[in-house]
């Protein structure tokens, strides 16, 4: 007999669910991406591309995927092929929900590993390991941390073990359910903010006292000026509008098939655009106000804005930060080590639960699984397809998955769920489950954009990132092709990504045998990656064509 103790689970409190939802969203991109992406593109030339982002594209994807989560729990499917099955006629949307497994248990695969680090400098911190290490030693550091032949502990492959030590806490608490999550959301989220909220404090009282003969005009209000001064020109720069579009997709976690799945376990009434707007405010909260209050204020306060704009990399955290903290003696660094990566560890597994309801609902729904076969199997695919990433990790796997599940894969699946949702399912019917049981009022004109301009703008998305002209420069390019040249491609777009165009062309020139040997190992693990990322693909999308048939056996609708 099936067991259905999932499908009559349920989240304990609104409070938890929202904290849930927004420790979902909240993760390290928050502290380490934003920063970067804000220095990379022009400080506050990014700000305002970045709200006009967040408004019309991830207000209205929070909405699309809360509603449409609700939308399938009442037929008691959490996850997402059958909640997508259930709004659109034909196989193919089933198909395009594989995507809502796949790009979590991909994604997980890798973001565990980061959580790792900062577990293992916590660890660190508190045994004071950076004490009296200059700049460049707390750099060597990490690079000895993530190099599988060295150890900072004297343990064996310490990468490693401290990679399957964090797997195994996920997996630990997924297998608890909904109430797991939940617990550590109402630890986890208070923690975090508090540990920000403390590290902001010192960012913006830091001013000028961190100046030194080597950097005699470093200052912290040079990076929050940097960060905060709206710069207009940025609204016609398609770059700018690119990294804004990106980070909101990171950042939300939209498009990744979580939220359907945590919202399929609310009730049928429950207010879904209160929560959306709750949880998608509460991230912007703390990216925007705390996660531009840490990082960049520190660094430019000790090191000077010029050479943050030169060395901004999402490294910082793990290769300067440590040093940085030194400098405020060695019980204050000892604290501020562990509020900063214990912030970024919370943020971290807030994230990364998430990413496994997915699977248990699809296993759970169709096959009958328990919780602990659905946390412990999804923790076996997890380490069959993260060790990789640890092992060959300067060999560019972790970067392959990044790109393809963890950044390719969410514009695709947002894509193609935002026309289901406005085109398929029918934007009048998506406007009602929206404003069921909710009490609040959603200005009439989400409902415009939602149809046309949310759709539009990923659709711009994914063909900017398919096509990204030479030098990423949109508009000498379109100059260009209007006085009849050839559209040159960018070795960073989707086209030549897939041919690794770039490295190729690296291998044509006449380069020493010991780098071109370094090039061909490249592109070896990254094909590695790209099979195995297929392969994984492949083995969910079976597993939906046999579940359709289990259901088809047992009379059960499906399309």
């Known amino acids: 007999m099936k067991d259905n103790t999932i499908v009559k689970e349920a989240w304990g409190s609104r409070l938890g669910l929202i904290l849930a939802m927004a420790g979902n969203a909240v993760g390290l991109g928050n502290f380490l991406r934003f920063p970067v992406q804000a220095v990379q593109n022009g400080g506050g030339a990014f700000i305002i591309p970045y709200l006009i982002c967040f408004l019309v594209m991830g207000i209205p994807l929070l909405l699309i995927e809360w509603s449409t989560g609700r939308y399938g729990g009442k037929s008691n499917n959490h996850s997402t092929p059958y909640i997508m099955d259930s709004m659109g006629k034909g196989k193919i949307w089933k198909y395009v929900g594989v995507f809502g497994i796949f790009t979590n248990v991909a994604v997980v695969a890798y973001y565990t590993y980061i959580e790792s680090w900062t577990l293992s400098y916590v660890l660190h911190s508190i045994l004071g390991t950076f004490e009296g290490m200059s700049q460049s030693e707390v750099a060597r550091f990490f690079e000895d941390y993530i190099d599988i032949g060295k150890s900072t502990l004297g343990i064996p492959y310490e990468a490693v073990v401290f990679y399957v030590l964090v797997l195994a806490l996920n997996v630990f608490i997924l297998s608890k359910g909904l109430g797991g999550i939940e617990k550590v959301a109402k630890i986890g989220m208070p923690l975090l903010i508090l540990f920000g909220v403390l590290l902001s404090i010192k960012g913006l009282s830091l001013g000028e006292s961190g100046q030194s003969e080597q950097f005699p005009d470093a200052s912290a209000w040079d990076g929050l000026n940097f960060l905060w001064t709206p710069q207009f020109d940025s609204l016609t720069n398609p770059k700018v509008w690119l990294a804004a579009a990106g980070q909101i997709f990171f950042t939300l976690s939209v498009g990744m098939g979580t939220i359907q799945c945590y919202a399929a376990y609310i009730k049928p009434k429950e207010d879904i655009a209160l929560n959306a707007v709750s949880a998608g405010f509460m991230n912007e909260f703390v990216e925007v106000v705390l996660g531009s209050s840490i990082v960049i204020p520190i660094a430019a306060g000790y090191l000077g804005l010029d050479w943050v704009m030169e060395n901004a990399g999402f490294g910082m955290a793990f290769q300067t930060m440590p040093f940085l903290f030194q400098q405020w003696g060695e019980i204050a660094a000892a604290f501020a080590g562990v509020f900063w ?208 048939k289990k259901r088809q056996k047992e009379g059960r609708t499906t399309s």
């Open 341 to 548: 990566f214990g912030l970024l560890f919370f943020a971290g597994i807030t994230s990364s639960l998430a990413m496994g309801t997915p699977w248990m609902g699809f296993m759970k729904d169709e096959f009958g699984w328990n919780k602990n076969q659905g946390a412990w199997s999804f923790g076996a695919l997890a380490l069959v397809m993260g060790l990789p990433t640890v092992l060959f990790y300067q060999y560019g796997v972790f970067d392959e998955y990044d790109y393809w599940a963890g950044t390719v894969s969410l514009v695709v699946f947002a894509l193609l769920e935002s026309i289901l949702f406005s085109w398929v399912f029918g934007i009048n019917k998506g406007w009602r489950e929206i404003n069921e049981g909710s009490d609040i009022y959603i200005p009439n004109f989400y409902k415009f954009i939602i149809k046309y301009v949310t759709p539009l703008l990923l659709l711009l998305v994914f063909v900017s990132a398919l096509i990204t002209p030479e030098n990423n420069d949109w508009a000498l390019s379109l100059q260009g092709l209007g006085e009849g040249q050839a559209w040159q491609l960018d070795n960073s777009s989707i086209i030549r990504q897939i041919s690794h165009f770039g490295l190729k062309e690296q291998l044509a020139l006449d380069l020493p045998g010991s780098l071109k040997l370094e090039i061909e190992n490249k592109i070896f693990y990254s094909n590695l990656a790209r099979t195995l990322l297929v392969g994984l693909f492949l083995f969910i999308s079976l597993l939906v064509y046999l579940s359709q």
